[in-house]
């Protein structure tokens, strides 16, 4: 798998469900941190965890990060039709703030 | 500003004609990043700026591409004899430098660039 891959593709629920997205990295990091981008144009930063953070909250979301298993998940609670968005985590190597490695995102639609 | 800018927000060029798109971060942000990404995929990396200079360019995906960055802020990204696998959104991020890790970034709208 990639650095900073995200699991699933795609999800598709209904409003007021929760939705859960993973990533999956591969190496040793400093912060990992979740976009999301609407319409295919620039990604708006949502939330940073930093490695030796387990949980951080901001709203209705929850990520969570367990550097043994190199993954990292984020939850969006009660969700609204304008989360219908894609997801991404990025992640730079230990200090190579050069390498900066965003996953292939999961596009969330939720239906009203 | 206000927020990162790029221009032009549309360029459409043909096969072997030279690009050059612009970043312009924001006022105070000592990190700029360029990225290309291709319909429905995910970012690619392109390229990392640490004021004026860029530790390293193995990111750029062939010579056809440069970028240069002066006086810390305004980036631009050349792309020469531009070929049809060039055709993606460019996205050019800033962000303050963070010693213990990468720094919050900052998105513009990014550059739909279309080679016929």
């Known amino acids: 798998s990639q650095q900073g891959e995200e699991d699933p593709q795609a999800l598709s629920i209904q409003e007021g469900e929760n939705a859960t997205m993973n990533c999956s990295y591969k190496?040793?990091?400093?912060?990992l941190q979740w976009y999301r981008q609407n319409s295919g144009r620039g990604l708006v930063h949502l939330i940073l965890?930093?490695?030796?953070?387990r949980e951080k909250h901001s709203g209705r979301l929850r990520v969570t990060l367990d550097t043994s298993k190199k993954s990292s998940s984020l939850l969006i609670t009660a969700s609204r039709a304008a989360d219908t968005a894609s997801y991404f985590c990025?992640?730079?190597?230990?200090?190579?703030?050069?390498?900066?490695?965003f996953g292939p995102g999961t596009s969330l639609s939720v239906i009203p | 500003g206000a927020g990162v800018s790029q221009s032009p927000s549309n360029k459409v060029t043909e096969k072997g004609k030279d690009v050059e798109l612009r970043c312009d971060p924001i006022?105070?942000?000592?990190?700029l990043y360029w990225y290309r990404q291709s319909l429905g995929q995910g970012l690619e990396f392109l390229i990392y700026f640490q004021g004026n200079s860029a530790p390293d360019k193995s990111g750029l995906p062939s010579d056809r591409f440069s970028a240069e960055r002066t006086g810390g802020s305004v980036s631009t990204l050349t792309i020469q004899r531009t070929q049809q696998e060039d055709s993606a959104v460019y996205l050019c991020?800033?962000?303050?430098?963070?010693?213990?890790?990468?720094?919050?970034?900052?998105f513009g709208p990014g550059t739909r660039l279309t080679v016929l």
């Open positions: 006022s105070g942000h000592t990190a």
């Open positions: 965890i930093r490695s030796n953070e």
């Open positions: 190496t040793s990091i400093n912060n």
């Open positions: 991020a800033s962000s303050f430098w963070l010693a213990g890790g990468l720094g919050t970034q900052y």
């Open positions: 990025a992640t730079a190597p230990g200090t190579s703030y050069d390498k900066v490695i």
